[in-house]
């Protein structure tokens, strides 16, 4: 998933994302110069936030 997709989902905005990233709770693949977020890696981060 894109990150403005994850943060359409969070409904936060994509420089949160982009810290969550950054604070490694939430996983993400580069491709290029690009940052994609694994669907599962979405659901581990909204399971784990549910806690």
Known sequence: ???S???AHLEC???TV???IAEGAL???RVGRLLRVP???LA????GAAR
């Open 18 to 20: 982009y810290r969550v």
């Open 13 to 15: 905005t994509n420089d």
């Open 1 to 3: 998933m894109k990150v």
């Open 39 to 41: 669907e599962s890696a």
């Open 5 to 7: 997709d994850v943060a």
């Open 27 to 29: 996983r993400a693949i």
């Open 44 to 47: 581990e981060f909204i399971a």
